[in-house]
């Protein structure tokens, strides 16, 4: 179905993946049937994104031109304000996050640190990092909104 033996591959990873994590849901009832289903609809999700990285990247380049063309007119000192700006309002909100949280997201994104380093500052295992990461970026997603940032 997808004419690529790297395709298929990957593809096949994220099937096996899908059917591990519906297994406790599953009625044994037609087992290679829901087995089958699941991959086609896999394969056929994959063939649609496929199908819109091109768009997607030529939007991207016309987006790039244009925010260039913006940027070029506005001076850089009023650039250099706004971006100062964001980034306070930023810290701001990232200093309402819960403790476990900020240091995490403070170490990752603000300081650029790797995850080995905030596990080895931390105490903690790099799985964890992950974890706490990935809870932070969960916990963002739904105390805040797009608006607040605009």
Known sequence: MLRSPHDAEDVTQEVLLQIYRSLPDCRLDGLKTWITRIAVNRSIDFKRSRGRRPEELADSDAMSEKMQEENSVMPAAELVA??????????????EMPDNYREIVTAFYMEDKSYEQIAAETGLERKSVESRLYRARSWMKRHWRKEDFE
């Open 82 to 95: 706004i971006e100062k700006a964001d980034r306070q309002q930023v810290r701001e909100r990232v200093e």
